[in-house]
C-alpha cells in the first residue's frame, strides 16, 4: 500500500547531495552489472514494481522518485528517513543482504505487532458474540438462571420440541405434608421418565424453583438413565420471581402456587410453552399434546381441561367457566397472546380477579383462572378430560367419555393419589412406571401394567376407581395403542 501511493503522488523528489555516508562500506555495495540504474533505465524490470511505476511515469510524464535517489546515489535521502530508506535499498538494490535482513527484521516485528492487535480484537468480538447468544438463550449472566443440558437441544425454534414449565418450591409448615419437597421430587421423576419413555422429540423443561439447589436435585433425576434417553431431555433453571406489591400471594394454598400467573412477564422470549403439574404420568407421547397448540383459533391463549367436580358443588365460592369449571395441572399457554389479553394483558386482568375475589378464593391460581375464563370464555380452548384424568372422574362411575373411547392420555395424582394409599388403581400405575428400567421394551412395562392392576382388583385393595368396570383398560389403552 505505501509504494503505491508513493508511485501515483506523480511528483519526482529532487536528488539531494549528501556527504559520504559514515557507515560500514557493506551497506553500500556498488550496483552490479545489468541493474536499471547501472544501465541508465529509469523504468524496473521487476513486473510487479514496473506495473506501478510505469503507471506513474505514463500518466504524469516524469520518472519515478525512487529511480531517480538510485540514479543519484542517494539512498538514504528518500522520503520517510531511514526506514523509507531500507525500503528502497530493499526493493531496488537486492543484493544488499544486510540491509534486507535489517527491512525484514522491522516488517516482522510490525507483523508481529499486527497480528497481535488482530487477534485481540477477534478475541473480543467473538466474546461480545458469545455473550449475545447468551442473552437470546435465556441465560441470565447476573445468576438468575442456569442451563443445565443433557445432551439437548435450548433452541425453541428446533422443529418439534416441546416446552414445559415446571414449579418446585419448598413446602411451608402449614401444609408440609401436602407441600413436602421429597414427594414433589419423587412424583416429578417418574412425570419426567414417562415422557422420555413415550417421546420421539426433544422435551424442554424450563424449571422455575425457589433454590438452585433445588433445581439440582431435579436434574440429576435423569442423571442415571442410558445416554439415548438423556438426550431427549434439556433443563433450564430460573429462580422464582413475584411482583414486589404482590408478595402476599407467594404462599396462598402452598408455596408458589400462583407463580404460573406471571409466566408470560418471566419469559418474554417464549412464544409457547405447557405448565405441567409434578404429579402426572404420561400415557401417550407429550408430542400430542403439543399438538393440540394447533386447535387453537385466532384468538384463544390458553387451554385446559374440565375440572368434572367440585365447581358445581357448594365448596366452591367463586365463579367458574362451563358446567363443570376447569382443572389447572395441564395448561397450554401461548405467552405471546398473553401480553395482548383484554385488560391490559394477562397479568393485570388476573390481578384484577384477585383483588375482588380473595377472600373467597380456595384454589389459589385455578379459582383465579375460572373467574378469569368465565368473564372471557371465548380465549379459552378446552382440552379433552383424557388429558387430565383424575381419580375423582372414577371414584363413582367414569365422568370422561373421551377416555372412555380412546383411552386415559394423562393421568393426574392430585390429592396424593399416587401415594396416600387410598387408590391403588391410581398409585399402581405410578409404581410400574417408577420400578420401570428405561432402555427395556414398554412391552414389559404394559404386562407388568396389567398384572397388577388385575392384583388390586383380585385382592380388594383399596380403591373408588374400581367401581369403574373398564378402569383397566382406560389404563393401558393409550400405551397399547402406542407400542401396537
Not at 553500500?28 to 511505476?53: F, T
Request: glycine fraction near 6%; charge should be positive; aromatic fraction near 12%.
Amino acid at each position: 500500500m505505501r509504494l503505491a501511493r508513493l508511485y501515483y503522488t506523480g511528483r519526482a523528489r529532487q536528488a539531494v547531495p549528501r556527504a559520504p555516508s559514515p557507515r560500514p562500506a557493506t551497506l553500500r555495495p556498488p550496483l552490479p552489472a545489468g541493474h536499471p540504474a547501472d544501465a541508465g533505465v529509469k523504468e524496473p524490470k521487476s513486473p510487479q514494481l514496473g506495473m506501478a511505476n510505469g503507471g506513474a511515469s505514463s500518466r504524469h510524464g516524469h520518472a519515478s522518485p525512487f529511480v531517480e535517489v538510485i540514479e543519484s546515489d542517494q539512498c538514504w535521502t528518500s522520503r520517510g528517513g531511514i526506514q523509507g530508506a531500507m525500503q528502497t535499498c530493499h526493493l531496488y538494490l537486492p543484493v544488499l543482504p544486510f540491509v534486507q535482513h535489517w527491512t525484514r527484521d522491522g516488517l516482522n516485528r510490525r507483523a508481529r505487532m499486527r497480528g497481535t492487535i488482530v487477534y485481540l480484537l477477534t478475541a473480543l468480538f467473538y466474546s461480545a458474540l458469545l455473550l449475545l447468544m447468551l442473552s437470546h438463550s435465556g441465560l441470565d449472566l447476573n445468576s438468575d438462571s442456569i442451563t443445565y443440558i443433557t445432551f439437548g437441544s435450548t433452541d425453541q425454534d428446533k422443529k418439534n420440541e416441546v416446552v414445559f414449565f415446571i414449579i418446585l418450591c419448598e413446602g411451608n409448615a402449614q401444609r408440609e405434608e401436602a407441600s413436602s419437597i421429597a414427594r414433589q421430587l419423587r412424583q416429578a421423576a417418574v412425570m419426567v421418565k414417562s415422557a422420555a419413555a413415550l417421546t420421539s422429540t426433544t422435551l424442554r423443561y424450563l424449571v422455575v424453583a425457589d433454590s438452585k439447589e433445588l433445581y439440582y436435585n431435579f436434574s440429576n433425576l435423569t442423571s442415571g438413565w442410558p445416554v439415548e434417553y438423556q438426550r431427549r431431555v434439556s433443563f433450564e433453571w430460573y429462580p422464582v420471581w413475584y411482583p414486589e406489591d404482590r408478595e402476599d400471594m407467594r404462599s396462598m394454598f402452598r408455596t408458589c402456587a400462583t407463580e404460573r400467573l406471571f409466566l408470560p412477564d418471566m419469559f418474554p422470549s417464549v412464544d409457547a410453552a405447557i405448565y405441567v403439574d409434578t404429579d402426572l404420568i404420561f400415557l401417550s407421547p407429550p408430542e400430542d399434546l403439543w399438538a393440540e397448540f394447533q386447535k387453537f383459533d385466532e384468538v384463544q391463549v390458553a387451554a385446559m381441561a374440565p375440572c368434572l367436580y367440585h365447581y358445581g358443588s357448594f365448596r366452591n365460592k367463586v365463579p367458574f367457566y362451563g358446567d363443570t369449571g376447569l382443572n389447572a395441572g395441564v395448561m397450554h399457554m401461548n405467552l405471546t397472546r398473553m401480553k395482548d389479553f383484554p385488560g391490559g394483558g394477562w397479568i393485570a386482568a388476573n390481578m384484577k380477579v384477585f383483588d375482588i375475589f380473595k377472600k373467597r378464593i380456595k384454589l389459589a391460581d385455578q379459582d383465579i383462572l375460572n373467574i378469569l375464563f368465565y368473564k372471557y370464555p371465548e380465549y379459552l380452548f378446552e382440552l379433552g378430560c383424557e388429558w387430565n384424568y383424575r381419580m375423582y372422574q372414577c371414584s363413582d362411575g367414569n365422568k370422561c367419555p373421551g377416555a372412555a373411547r380412546s383411552g386415559i392420555s394423562i393421568l393426574h395424582g392430585n390429592a396424593m393419589s399416587f401415594v396416600k394409599g387410598n387408590e391403588m388403581k391410581l398409585q399402581t400405575v405410578f409404581e410400574v412406571w417408577e420400578q420401570h428400567e428405561l432402555g427395556k421394551p414398554l412391552t414389559i412395562l404394559l404386562s407388568e401394567l396389567e398384572r397388577k392392576l388385575k392384583f388390586v382388583s383380585s385382592q380388594h385393595l383399596p380403591s373408588k376407581c374400581v367401581r369403574t368396570h373398564n378402569i383397566d383398560d382406560m389404563l393401558t389403552r393409550a400405551i397399547k395403542k402406542h407400542i401396537l
